[in-house]
Nanobody
Framework: QVQLVESGGGLVQPGGSLRLSCAAS????????MGWYRQAPGKQRELVASITSSLTTNYADSVKGRFTISRDNAKNTVYLQMNSLKPEDTAVYYCKGSKVGANYWGQGTQVTVSS
């Protein structure tokens, strides 16, 4: 079956960095568009960054210049490098894989930015 498993979340101080990973199985990873979303308490889930199968990237304005999305098709993994983290980046981060007719979500990983 399809699985997307996120890892790399945790507690970090403001200004710090984290790298999230999302390992996919059960899909032909290379043909999927991949995205990172986040949901803070009391807020709607929002797109953070995405990368298409042809490596086109897109970022939310709030993370431009601080976050970088990348993918390694040989490892069936998508990454989110997060630098200069702010308290407002605190949320559960979810990985999503999508193509026409199919969408899959991971279970999420908590990121907390606090001193």
């Amino acid at each position: 079956q399809v699985q997307l498993v996120e890892s790399g979340g945790g507690l970090v101080q403001p200004g710090g960095s984290l790298r999230l990973s999302c390992a996919a199985s059960g899909i032909i990873f290379s043909i999927y568009n991949m995205g990172w979303y986040r949901q803070a308490p009391g807020k709607q889930r929002e797109l953070v960054a995405s990368i298409t199968s042809s490596l086109t990237t897109n970022y939310a304005d709030s993370v431009k210049g601080r976050f970088t999305i990348s993918r390694d098709n040989a490892k069936n993994t998508v990454y989110l490098q997060m630098n200069s983290l702010k308290p407002e980046d605190t949320a559960v981060y979810y990985c999503k894989g999508s193509k026409v007719g199919a969408n899959y979500w991971g279970q999420g990983t908590q990121v907390t930015v606090s001193s």
